[in-house]
């Protein structure tokens, strides 16, 4: 039972009584989240950011936490989600482990953790929860939703069940529900946590946690995360030094590969609990928007209300396919939203939107800007917010910003320096036979190369923010 | 250490003192076979059938045992390795638990199974074993060799440390090592086995097999032999229903996939022994076709004698992916040998070979049946050997064969009747919400579309057979 809160969190409890979709309630429940930026006014330019199944409510530095967040690169000032415009509200997931409740939380009830008798969790909940701490702020209506991954799942749930809580929708590898190769991988790595001896039923303790279970789950969630070639680029057939790796406690280990997955999965278990994992993890693989529509899951996408929509996808990702996103974007057009759609070249796979700051930033930068000069125009106008976007496929670019950032989704500015690691083969093979080299891949959020300025980045956009009038989305072909 | 051994299977002593690549030595040991068809009198027409990791040598039906074998589709009667003309012989690897020895044979030296203390497997030490059986069989050279996924590395090997026992090769998904990925896959499915506790370092005996660790290392394998697209064509999102997946333990489970994958992977650990597969999984990653030529790969590749090859892959395989089939085929070609290239489109990925008999027979047939011709005009004229084949890529086709295949490579003619499974979603519905029924993907070996006779299947060969002069390898584009 293990809960780990970033130092700048801040708390918004959930009402007593919050009633969970699969019948469970929750009493004396809270939300995490931290804000950056400045609510204006008019309370207009709120962007609530729903994450992935990992990370913490701790985007991006700021004063009162300057480490870096998990999406550094792309949240802060002078950013693709610039602070210096936007009042950036980050949530922890409801059932998260990071601060809002969960499994790790105390149960008031009984003055022990919940573990596994926490009510069994869904999508639906961690967007009701998120549409709590909103409001909460005194946000009536949020200028963009931003979510990515399992927070794509997230942020449509919200839109379906908070009709008008926002205006705008930036969608980045999600579905509206998972297919089945990704429920096997999930289901797997569940089974890997449940199977370790430590597990003891989701009732273990702080001094015998299922570690091994744990890390081998990440390990597949790590792999599973990138294109094999991106593997191949990284670390081709390079050696672990036999010697080193024993010493450090990893026997039988031959490949730089496996040294890499072992760094990170420790990392990841000391960071994560269990039981949130597990509870997450099966919300993802349940979740079906179709439920909003009496299972039609495209007839619940055309009844979505937003102005305008960016969705993303990547061809290497096969969790979170690019045929679900194409979805995603057709069902929102189809409902009317103005939908740009784009589809990154890039080996970084269900990472990328982490990983590839460069070929996700600037679409981004663009979105924003233009739904920033549609606030404006509103203030004079009265609606021109069916302003849409024609959809694009981006052209695959030699992405420099891949090698320098992390694979993981975990927030963490701690390297991977202590463990032993061989640098990939584009390093040199003196750091990798010689030493306990942290390998340019591991470095920190931190490591993440600069991205472009505003200005520059919105320059790739095709679309005019001032059309009045709703362009066809063109989906790009796979 | 539980033994698996056909009741067909004839068995040949390796030499006393049998030395591995990495040190260690056998006495006492043996391999196990199987032949179908006839040698002629000039014991000319023997094919080779190297396996991947999991199968027997009981390729296909035969009198001595009628059952389907591993690769009936492709093997016997009529079939594309057409059993009337050539003598099939296939070997159980060394190390494995099929009849050949390995960790669960009895170690002479002690009167116990070898267990963990079995001397690290190579697949070089594979190759030597094959060998030995070839000559022991009066065999001089091998008209064919014949090697998929591991048995194409096993091919290759062969090939360069016994010049002259094989004038042609058919290299099905193969490559000359691993890449990262995949690495990283193996280590993680021997680290499910390794950290069941049941496991003891190895020395679990037949009443505490670690099932456990040995089901989820199988359900991330077969998991990977597919593309993420073909589960999803399978299985949608197809429930399991509850209450009768909980009747039949399998509690905790929502989805189709999730209980087809806990079939077969229950029906695989009662057919292989762990410390077997760990060894031989080890032996995969470690091999390096680069090791018999100064680490060097391709210039291995360029020594390797043989008249003509065949080197197939599939687009979706990210086990062995279709650039490493290309590279194969490329330094093939670079030395001189006659090569076909076939690049297959198809969602089976690494498991097309098996599965998807109606891509991968046709260009076996017509390669053989140039292999025949070619058999004959030496007869006649003396060195017609070096006639060349075109590269070609295939073209997708709707694969029909694909849905009544099984997943595994697992030799089994016992489908996964007795266990809770509901049908893919092509399925009519109420099967899958009224029965324990048995899905037609997870029909046996038997439901394996019949192929196309000979004569029909040699049609889409572009070669022609008396073509005096190696033409040129045309390498298809990626």
Redesign the interface.
Known sequence: MMEFIPPATRFVALPDGFKLKRGGTLSGARMAYETVGRLNAARSNAVLILTGLSPDAHVCAHEQHPAPGWWEGMVGHGKPVDTDRWFVVCVNSLGSCKGSTGPASVDPATGRCYGPDFPALSIEDLADAAAHVVRALGIEQLAVVVGASMGGMTALSLVARHPGLARHMINLSGAV?????????R??Q???I????QWQEGRYDAASVPI??MV?AR??GL?SYRA??D??R????ERLDAALASAAGMP???????GY?ACHAQRFVRAFDPNAYLALS?AI??F?LGDEAAGDADAALRRLQLDRALVMGVDSD?LF?LSQQRQVAQGLQEGGVGVTYRAVSSLAGHDAFLADVAQFGPPIAAFLSDVASGARSAEAASDVGQASLTASSSVSSPSASLAASTASSVASSTACSTAIATAPSTASSTASSTAIATAPSMASSTAIAPVPSMAASTAPSTASSTAPSMAAITVTPL
């Open positions: 529900h998972a297919q089945p190769f990704a429920i096997a991988l289901a797997l569940r089974e890997m449940q199977s370790d001896p091994s279970g081998a390990k597949l792999l094999p070639d593997w191949s990284r670390f081709g057939r039988a280990m031959d490949f730089a590969v496996e997955l099966r693989d349940r079906d096969f396919p």
